[in-house]
Nanobody, 120 residues
């Protein structure tokens, strides 16, 4: 069983930045992704990074503003969020998909989430 623990959420003004972190309890070949769910909306894909860190994918809504990265030595994945907007307000979840492939869905394990609130 993989445990994922997110941190770094908080309240920030529009235009500001936050950096989310996620610690995984195992080290193996796995893609690591970030998802978010706003009140009253379905959970949506934000970003993913493959096992080596050499490939990334982003939702159009965050492309150019968010950057996903990982440190395999520390079993960590990060999401640097810049130029934040009120519509970025959501609970952000870290997720893991075991294996060498990188997808936007069908993840195997999920964290409990961290709240990000962007005020206007």
């Amino acid at each position: 069983q993989v445990q994922l623990v997110e941190s770094g959420g908080g309240l920030v003004q529009a235009g500001g930045s936050l950096r989310l972190s996620c610690a995984a309890s195992i080290r193996t070949f796995m893609a690591m992704g970030w998802f978010r769910q706003a009140p009253g909306k379905e959970r949506e894909f934000v970003a993913v990074i493959n096992w080596s860190g050499g490939s990334t994918d982003y939702a159009d809504s965050v492309k150019g503003r968010f950057t996903i990265s990982r440190d395999n030595a520390k079993n960590m994945v990060y999401l640097q969020m810049n130029s934040l907007r009120p519509e970025d307000t959501a609970v952000y979840y870290c997720a893991v998909k075991l294996g060498l492939e990188m997808f936007r869905d069908e993840y195997d394990y999920w964290g409990k989430g961290t709240q990000v609130t962007v005020s206007s």
